[in-house]
């Protein structure tokens, strides 16, 4: 069966992070999704490593590759005149627009919602920015997603108490925004499909940001408490639960046996310290829970992390390895679902992508393959799209308009 | 967008920020809860820190603009009042984890319905029947093994997160369906894996080994460049300051501008801030530049923050277009101009007579507003009200299946 955006046309304008991660989730529901780039200001993310084989280079960064699989790229500059018709003839193209140039950009080249819904008044645009379109601060704020971790919230809660924040790993706005830009999508492709009506749609990441931490948000709003870091793993309400320290540098193994039967199990399978009766009892394990984790770490540590999660999975007790990169790419989960797929790209050859973040039974996903090189589809798409002829392309091209 | 959308959520710690998307874009969204109340309800924190059925604020968070029904769907007649309500319905969402099977599994449904089902790893093969909990799922993902400094353990986030990642991509993965069946008129079911959701805040972790590099190792918030200590967290004077120190003929420009305001202020030496910044990393090999520089730089914008309010860097941050925020907390984000004038905020019910406001548009539309149209449901706040229309049950009949304790 197709898949379920077949036939639904996408035009990326964004970069680095949250657009074309936004505008990957669309590929792999199988719309035909073009990347405008431009050589003379390519995708910042291709700066971004992992490079293949640690060789740097616009075209080996395999992180692009993970955020801008199954598009093809066209080379246009945008800001040349004849390289914004063309922007403005894709518009009519198609369903879906998504960018995530600094608010106020796109307006200056007449590219924005009010000039595209012109040629298109079905036409669907989503933008994205630190602060969002509207505002006080909004215009001319650029921004990136460690920025939108500190507004949100979230950096000032993750770290330890004797330290400065740490703050989440990496620019976590940008694995959070893109979730809240595709359900407003696909929510007004399906109200498009009755009404005709497309929209405008303005996601801000800070704010995106907060919705992942409405919880503690809600603890000020109505106790009145400020949530601050605290340093270790796991809630002060449940115990045991927290991460222990396993054989080797750097392994840890996450338990979670706060519940009653999942602390009977890990009882039976440790043994030793944790039978005293102090830890009969909810009250006396939270009471005693530096020695109940003491306790817990003397056994995992003389342990490999691998060895602790079998013996406690086979005892029902909730544990995971805490995984790094070299557990992921062995996981027998992963593998099974065949997460990681292999690319094999004309410049540096092979590398591993993930594959889409869901799965449908009925109509298929899209298949994961690699992202375009810069301006790879220009020629074909141009073509195909415009009915443009070879000369009208290398005149376009003479002209600098496809660079 | 989404009002001739009708879903089921029965309910689960994953299941709640699905449902609670899916109604914020206008969908009609039922919550089904045991009888004695969903896992949602005993999650912290709680109003006033005094537990309650109704005192959970992450319930509140995640359930408002949805009506509440109760049903135990373990027995004979849960099972056939649930296959009458989904026949009235389009969507049924639900989490399914190893320690029981899906109650739905043994109800023949329409085949318009979309199933979405929720599995911490997949629902077969490796790890199907792993004992899993938010923490579990979390460590799984690869991103708090890079969270925090390598001396100590990782970090996780205070709030649950997994239950965050995995509801998010639910709203999609149904939505994706919804599409589909726009197209054919066909349901089908849509699996998400909470720990492949949460694999996205790992930002590829998994792709480093299959593409010739080591592993990646957690260094926190600062980064070593030329021997120097360069962090991206300051301390001001109430709170701290992200600043992103980074150099080149683009970025590099932000760094100098920055160290000409630390130098007008006093807190930098007039030397080091000419020096030409955005080209720093190469003149460190024609001894242009020294390690020195960039130490004295650091030291500057160290004593520069201390001596500066985060409100006060961040209008400097707003006028030199640095990247640059304050570390917000709560009562920030509550307070922050910005967002309060742009109309990120509603105000929602969290008891009788007490409202707060809550962001609530986490995207705005040009024809189209997210609301809150009510406050989460009260534990079986709707059950009559939906058992009665829905399924046409009179007052008897509801009265009695609460006696028999099925609702």
Redesign the interface.
Known sequence: ?????EGIHVLDLSWVMVGP?SAR?LAD?GADVIKVESSKRIDPVRTL??????KTGPERS??YH?LNAGKRCVAIDIRHPEGREIVLRFAQWADVVLESFTPGVLETLHLG?SDLSQRNDRIIMASTSL????????Q?????G??GA???????????PD??????????T???T???????I??????R??TG?G??????QA??G??????????????G???????????P?QAP???F?CAGA?R?????A??PT?WEALRVVIGGDLRDAKFDTIIGRLRNRVELDAAIASWTQKQEAEAVEHRL?AA??????????????R???????R??N?INDPVFG?????GP???????AMAATRRGPRIGEHTKEVLAAVFGMSAAEIAQLGEAGVLA | ??D??RVLEISAPETM?AGR??AD??ADVVVIEPPAGAAGRR???F???IPGIERS??W???NYNKRGVTLDLFSADGKALMRELAAKFDVVIEAAD??RQSPLDAIEFSPRLVRCTITP??RT????E????D????????????????D????????P?AM??AG??????T??????R???G?G??????A???A????????????????????T??TMTIAGVQV?????CAD??M?I?IAFGPVFGQMTQRLAKWAAEEKRLDQRVAEINWPSFIGDLSTKKTSPSDLQALIDGLKSLALSKSKAELAEAS?RL?L????????????E????R????FASVS?EAG?E????A????????SIEIKRPAPGLSEHTAEIFATELGLSKTEVQALFVAGEI
Request: with cysteine.
């Open positions: 069966m197709a898949a379920p955006l991660a989730y529901m490593g992992p490079f293949k084989d640690g395999v992180s993970n919602y602060l969002g379109q509207t505002g006080p601060y909004a001319g704020t650029s921004g990136v460690t920025m500190a507004m949100s919230g979230a950096t000032h809660q993750i770290g330890w330290r400065e924040p740490a703050g989440p790993w990496g620019p976590w940008d694995a959070v893109p979730r809240f830009i595709v359900a407003s696909l929510a007004a492709l399906h109200r499909s009755r009506k929209c405008y749609i303005d996601v801000a704010e995106a907060i919705q992942f931490m409405l919880p503690a948000y809600y603890e000020y709003a109505a106790n408490t400020i949530p601050e870091r605290r340093g270790v793993a796991g809630s309400l639960q927290g991460l320290p750097d840890w193994i996450a338990i979670d706060s519940a999942a999975q029902k007790v909730p544990s995971h390895v805490v995984s790094t990169s070299g557990d992921l790419v996981d027998a989960h992963l593998l099974e679902a997460h990681l292999k092979e590398a591993d992508i993930e973040r869901f799965s449908l039974d009925r109509t | 967008m989404l001739d959308v920020l998307m899916l874009l206008g999650i912290a924190p109003l006033d820190d604020l992450t509140q968070a995640l190893a320690s790893f997949a093969g490796p790890k199907s792993y004992a899993s909990t923490l579990t799922v979390m460590a799984a993902s690869g991103a708090p093994v890079m969270t925090g400094d390598l100590r353990s990782p970090f996780f986030f205070p709030v997160q965050m990642e998010a991509d639910a709203a999609i993965a939505l994706a369906a919804i599409l589909a726009d197209g054919d066909l089908q079911r849509a699996d998400v894996s720990r492949i959701a694999m996205m805040g790992s930002f590829g972790q998994a792709i480093f080994p299959g593409s010739g590099n080591p592993e990646p190792k957690r926190a918030s962090p991206s967290v300051y301390e709170g701290f992200l992103t707003r277009r990247l640059a925020s304050p570390v917000m907390n709560m009562k920030d984000v509550a922050y101009i910005q967002y004038e742009r109309g990120l969290v007490r707060i406001d809550v962001p548009r986490f995207a705005q539309f040009s024809n189209y």
